[in-house]
């Protein structure tokens, strides 16, 4: 044994050094080692068939190294402690995890458990299918409604009697559309599954047999037996109940009572998490690419946290950095044909042409539209339409013929007959970074993002195998 034990160590030691040979060390980020296969496995995904600004190895390190620089500094900030990350984090392992911890056997076991349970529910009783014609009674019903239904139901039950056909009566006097449709025949039933009247009555006839009126809470029966028949063999419902159980998503179950039995065998030394944490462990110790696709989530829920706290909403919400950085650039925003600054509005009386003028002339051209909607749109009555923006020409008719000068038709907006623009027009480009403000925080955004990886590169180490690089796999 002790031979054998050695033996087996020496083994798994030697498939140990082969397997990291195999997977050579391509870089180190500030002291975490990075093996080509996840290089590789980044690469390939992002440069694949369909990709138009495919990258070179080379081209590629660089945008790779950014980014794990990026995931270290998230580390760093500890925003993996994060409530919110950890509960998504969790979510999408899971999703991932969960269907391993199903087997075939599992889901076959639930299945004969499903047949079982019905067969015993069934019992000697077995299933029966009937027909009934039904005569439905409100609840609380007057006396009088009782007394006309039960003379309906005797009327038809004595056509019955003299030889009239079930399935026809049923379909144009049964008050059950369902079945009605069908000669009255409804679908196979086992003990508890209808009403207890409906159930004592029906279970005492045999084929053939019909029974006499019968009330039940719903209204008024006769039942025809057409067929019984005892629980087939599960071999012949298995198909069913396999359906049964995708349809019903009872897999979820499955798992979740697995889960549960082995947080219980560990008598309170495992969680539900550690337990799907270890799986998950387990299961990209075997599969690569699952553990490259669980830690490329992990590591990009990080990179969009901290790339939205420094970049991206910083930037959108940084007004006076905007500010600054369309001053230091406003040549980069201008533009070749003026645009007008402005609106085009159309009232219903020639007072409210400089009445609207008046409203806004000393306001922030962001303020002009609540001005307008406050003093003139705030009841039900609606006294002005109106388009407001950054106009060039083409972009309006009405501000093309006023504003342009050109000779162009303009189409009347119905009961606002006058027309009418008010604004500046900029020729030589944008007076404030709000003209513009979709470009320039774009813009600021990007300016921010390399000062920032600059920022990361002086204080994180990192060191790139140019040998290892070499041997990259291109697929």
């Not at 609380?140 to 005797?154: F, G, S, T, W, Y």
């Not at 409906?198 to 067929?227: N, R, T, W």
């Amino acid at each position: 044994m002790k031979i054998y034990s050695i033996f087996a160590a020496l083994l798994l030691g030697a498939g140990s050094v082969f397997a990291q040979s195999n997977d050579p060390v391509i870089m180190t980020i500030n002291g975490e080692k990075i093996y080509r296969s996840e290089f590789e496995y980044s690469y390939n995904k992002n440069n694949s068939e369909g990709v138009i600004d495919k990258k070179s190895v080379e081209e590629y390190v660089d945008l790779f190294v950014n980014y794990k620089l990026k995931v270290v500094a998230a580390l760093d900030a500890k925003m993996d402690t994060l409530t919110s990350f950890k509960n998504e984090f969790a979510q999408y392992r899971d999703q991932q995890v969960r269907p391993a911890l199903i087997t075939d056997e599992d889901v076959e076991n639930e299945a004969k458990k499903i047949y079982q349970n019905t067969k015993n529910s069934i019992g000697e009783q077995g299933l029966i299918r009937p027909a009934h014609i039904f005569l439905m009674i409100r609840q609380q019903a007057a006396p009088e409604d009782l007394e006309k239904a039960k003379v309906r139901i005797d009327s038809i039950y004595n056509a019955l009697k003299g030889g009239a056909d079930f399935a026809e009566l049923a379909k144009t006097l049964s008050q059950d559309p369902g079945s009605a449709r069908d000669g009255g025949l409804l679908p196979w039933i086992g003990p508890g599954q209808t009403l207890k009247e409906f159930e004592d009555k029906a279970y005492a006839l045999q084929v053939g047999e019909m029974s006499e009126p019968f009330l039940s809470p719903a209204g008024y029966h006769i039942v025809l037996m057409k067929e019984r028949k005892q629980l087939e063999p599960y071999d012949s419902l298995r198909s069913n109940i396999m359906r049964f159980i995708e349809q019903r998503n009872l897999r979820d179950r499955i798992v979740e009572q697995k889960i549960e039995d082995l947080v219980k065998s560990s008598a309170g030394k495992l969680t539900k998490e550690e337990i799907m944490q270890q799986k998950a462990d387990s299961l990209q110790a075997l599969d690569s690419d699952l553990k490259n696709l669980i830690r490329e989530y992990h590591d990009g829920l990080l990179l969009y946290e901290i790339s939205n706290r420094l970049v991206w909403d910083k930037a959108s919400k940084d007004e006076e950095g905007l500010a600054k950085f369309f001053k230091k650039n406003k040549k980069k925003y201008a533009w070749s044909e003026p645009r007008f600054k402005g609106m085009a509005y159309h009232v219903k009386v020639q007072e409210d042409v400089e009445a609207v003028k008046e409203c806004v002339k000393n306001l922030k051209f962001d303020d002009w539209a609540s001005a307008l909607r406050k003093a003139f749109n705030s009841d039900s009555v609606i006294r002005i339409r109106v388009e407001k923006g950054l106009f060039k020409q083409g972009d309006n008719a009405l501000i093309d013929r006023e504003v342009f000068k050109k000779d162009t038709t303009v189409t009347a907006v119905k009961d606002y007959p006058i027309d009418a623009t008010y604004g500046k027009l900029l020729k030589k480009g944008p007076e404030e970074y709000t003209d513009v403000r979709g470009l320039v925080t774009a813009d600021y955004q990007d300016q921010l993002e390399k000062d920032w990886v600059a920022e990361l590169r002086k204080k994180y180490t990192w060191v790139v195998d140019e040998s290892v690089l070499k041997t990259v796999n291109k697929h």
